[in-house]
């Protein structure tokens, strides 16, 4: 088994922490992003990893190199000009073509949901992670006019793409050459009927978009013994 890991995007609302480094390298405990989800992987069987590059590129291959340090093999792709996300997974179909599936991730996601859940594909090209979409805010229950309780920032009852693909080659016709596949492929493979949902509850899922993403990351890792179950 083969993952993706889509590492090219600037993170600009991490900004300075990006001035100077891609976000895929922003610390979380010391320990940057993508090594929490290589070691993470590896803990599931998968131990090949092609990662997209593109923004400072020379920053992450330099701090994984070839992943022995990290018990992996790992290869990289070069993006010469931003092709989005999409278009970085249409530019490895050449590497992808003849595996049996591939899981695909975002490089800026933290999490402990079990990814060979997603290998049951039976009849669709794709499956999909999705996890419960938290609250940004505080939320206040009130019986008539009567303030009852607070809940700080709970989940709702909406489920929300986490970023995270199991994918059959057959799909890679759906990709564009350029853009990002969240407006292009999955919108076309959805039409078709060929994308399975799979749904994790209470598990432990956050995508790093600004810095209080890191913050409440690094607090629940303390709390959590690193995701370990």
Not at 80 to 92: D, H, I, R
Request: hydrophobic share 35%; proline share 7%.
């Amino acid at each position: 088994m083969k993952a993706v890991i889509l590492a090219g995007g600037q993170g600009k609302r991490l900004r300075p922490l990006t001035d100077d480094r891609p976000k895929p390298l922003i610390p979380i405990l010391n320990r940057p992003i993508i090594e929490w989800q290589i070691l993470w992987l590896k803990k599931h069987g998968i131990n090949e990893f092609l990662i997209c590059t593109g923004y400072l590129k020379e920053k992450i291959m330099n701090t994984l190199g070839n992943g022995k340090r990290l018990g992996a093999r790992i290869a990289y792709l070069v993006e010469e000009e931003p092709l989005g996300t999409g278009g970085a997974v249409k530019n490895a179909e050449p590497f992808l073509r003849n595996e049996e599936g591939f899981l695909l991730l975002n490089g800026d996601i933290i999490t402990n949901l079990d990814p060979t859940r997603l290998y049951d594909i039976q009849g669709y090209s794709v499956n999909i992670a999705l996890v419960k979409m938290p609250s940004p805010y505080g939320i206040v229950k009130i019986d008539d006019s009567k303030v009852v309780e607070f809940l700080e920032k709970p989940q709702l009852p909406y489920w929300i793409n986490a970023g995270i693909y199991y994918i059959k080659p057959e799909a890679l016709e759906y990709f564009p050459e350029k853009g990002d596949l969240e407006r292009t492929a999955l919108p076309r493979l959805a039409e078709k009927g060929k994308i399975k949902a799979t749904t994790y509850d209470n598990i432990f899922w956050k995508s790093i978009d600004v810095y209080k993403d890191v913050e409440e990351t690094e607090k629940h890792l303390r709390q959590h013994n690193h995701l370990e179950e």
